[in-house]
């Protein structure tokens, strides 16, 4: 049963699927339980509940890189990164789903939750992450006004990878290739500080893999000085962890931060 004042999970189905990029794979869900799912939600998140056995069903979240309302409710689009089996030998539940899964299958999705675009008003926006935070990033710079400005790095797979991101013109999208994901800390520290930025009213937002994560927020916090206020920081894996894993490290690490 879902908590209260969380509204139950829905069924929705597989109605299309492809490669957006060579590593990037794009579910499209919709089907007759869109009917009643809010407008609005493109850069909000879903839960998927994939099966497991006879075993609780694994739960994961993924940004809604697209959204399309009809008369049903309509369809959204999430993206999956395929790189779980060079990042940790396997692929988790949600890549395996997604890999294997056709067209007409169904899939019980918890959700929306809210959209959180990137403050209004700064100067300057930095954005960085890799192919897991790719649809958040795209969605956020995306719905920046015309006359913003800012830079991205983002780490991908190999130059296929890179896709088009419908930004300001004042917006640069600087592409960083790291064939084994989770292992190209330093080469993202290192782009971020050549990048030659130093606008004070900067706002940073950065979601990637764990040990990216700590390197960017050392700079970004400790040593920019960029209080809670102006930066958005975030893990969404750790290479080498399954999701479970992945938690407590997170947990034990926002202890010691603590």
């Known amino acids: 049963m879902a908590p209260p004042n969380r509204p139950a999970p829905r069924t929705l189905t597989v109605l299309a699927k492809r490669h957006v990029t060579p590593n990037m ?16 939600r493109q850069g ?53 789903w997604a890999m294997t899964v056709e067209p007409g299958a169904e899939v019980l999705v918890g959700g929306p939750g809210p959209a959180k675009p990137l403050p209004a008003g ?12 790719l649809p958040a990033i795209s969605v956020n710079i995306e719905a920046l006004p015309a006359d913003a400005r800012g830079l991205a790095v983002i780490e991908v797979m ?9 930004g300001p013109e004042g917006f640069e999208v600087q ?23 130093g606008a004070e009213d900067l706002y940073a937002w950065v979601a990637a893999e764990f040990s990216t994560m700590q390197a960017l927020r050392s700079y970004l ?7 809670p206020d102006r930066l958005y920081i975030s893990s969404y894996w750790k290479s080498g962890l399954n999701e479970e894993a992945h938690k407590l490290a997170k947990r034990e690490d926002a202890e010691a931060q603590a």
Do not use: C
């Not at 190999?158 to 419908?166: G, K, M, N, V």
């Not at 916090?221 to 209080?227: F, I, N, S, V």
């Open 25 to 40: 794979l794009r579910l499209t869900l919709g089907g007759d339980g869109m009917a009643g799912f809010p407008p609005g």
């Open 44 to 96: 909000g998140y879903v839960k998927l509940n994939l099966p497991q056995g006879a075993g609780k069903p694994a739960v994961r979240t993924y940004t809604i890189r697209a959204q399309r309302d009809g008369a049903a409710g309509g369809e959204i689009d999430l993206d999956f990164a395929l790189h779980a089996e060079t990042a940790t030998g396997h692929a988790g539940p949600a890549t395996e």
């Open 122 to 133: 700064h100067s300057f926006y930095l954005l960085a992450g890799d192919m897991t935070a």
């Open 158 to 166: 190999s130059l296929e990878d890179r896709q088009d991101i419908a």
């Open 175 to 197: 592409w960083l290739v790291a064939e084994q994901p989770g292992l190209g800390a330093a080469e993202h520290l290192q782009a971020i500080r050549d990048a030659g930025w």
């Open 221 to 227: 916090r400790d040593e920019r000085g960029l209080g």
